[in-house]
């Protein structure tokens, strides 16, 4: 029996793909077992889908000043040594690790035992944690050509990023009567991010009945930014945040206006969503989003406008060139080497425990 270790959390986005990865891992006859932290996101996800989960200590490594930096390095050591435990007894073949900071002792404790490490890259840079967990990694995935540049030669493959099988299940009839929708309109999708966006919201609602002479609108505005005055309008529906019927809203859109979150575009790309991106600007973020977005355009799969430069006009005529252009994206999306990561992911696995002297 092969056996494997999942790691990675801290946010939703650390997460998510590891889970996407759980049921094709399983079919090729894979043990799995997630180590996280002790109350991270990632615990409560794991722990819901039946996975053996073990917590470690973990801290944050931070780019600035914070009085628990001086604790945080101690958490960290810590956590080494309850993961090198771990690993002693659970024995695994290999560990995939997704990032964010619990991964880290996680990783540096596989390479003290020989064991093969594949760790998965979202942005276009690697973040702290990745950088941290280079050096231990046999091959690192990652979802841009540009990232190849920024990690070691030999090492890297672009395979984009794992998506929930789900996604690729919904049903754009089902979409259509959950929003109660026509069929005589196309559809414009509006995804503001986890906690949503505030001047991504204002701006669609700004030109919403402009919007509306040409679509019907699903907007997913973020916890508390319900507009309450909005309520009833026709060809216009806003939910705070949608789980379940997720797939069935992707299979009804026909284009989509997004933040350009790593996890969230690579969703896109693997559904075939003509996009409109608006990235979080550098002023609130590393500029990750910015790096990836203008990818995305690069490569043909997104059209992109900067949060600074919307206007009403602006926003209203890209909205109306991407939906009269999608099928020039859809045409880059399916040459894109970026698609099927699971598979991708999952072969690298397979050749790599393959490949490797076993820790057995």
Known sequence: MKRIVLTGGGTAGHVTPNIALIPHLQDLGYTIDYIGSYDGIEKRLIEEIGIPYYGISSGKLRR????????DPFRVVKGYFEAKKLLKDIRPDIIFSKGGFVAVPVVQAAKSLSIPVIIHESDMTPGLANKLALPAATKVCC??????????EGKAVVTGSPIRQELHDGNRLAGMKFCGFSADKPVLLIIGGSQGS?????????????????????????????????RGTTGYVQ????????????????????????NAICELLELR????????????????????????????????????EITPEGLLARIEELYRNRQTYL???????????????????????THSDSFH
């Open 273 to 308: 969503k003509p996009s409109l991106l608006i990235p979080l600007p550098a002023s609130s973020s590393r500029g990750d989003q910015i790096l990836n977005a203008r990818s995305f355009e690069k490569q043909g799969f997104s059209a992109v406008l900067m949060e600074e």
């Open 331 to 353: 045409s880059a999306m399916e040459h894109s080497a970026a698609s099927d990561a699971i598979e991708k992911i999952t072969a690298l696995i397979e050749a790599t425990v």
């Open 239 to 262: 939910y705070e945040y949608i789980e379940k019927e997720l797939p069935d809203l992707f299979a009804l859109a026909d284009v989509v206006v997004s933040r350009a979150g790593a």
């Open 143 to 152: 979802n841009f050509p540009e990232t190849l540049k920024n990690l070691p």
């Open 198 to 230: 505030v001047a991504v919201n204002q701006a669609i609602r700004g030109i919403l009945p402009d919007l509306l002479n040409t679509f019907q609108v699903v907007h997913l505005c973020g916890k508390g930014n319900l507009d309450e005055s909005l």
């Open 64 to 71: 600035y000043f914070d009085l628990k930096n001086f604790s």
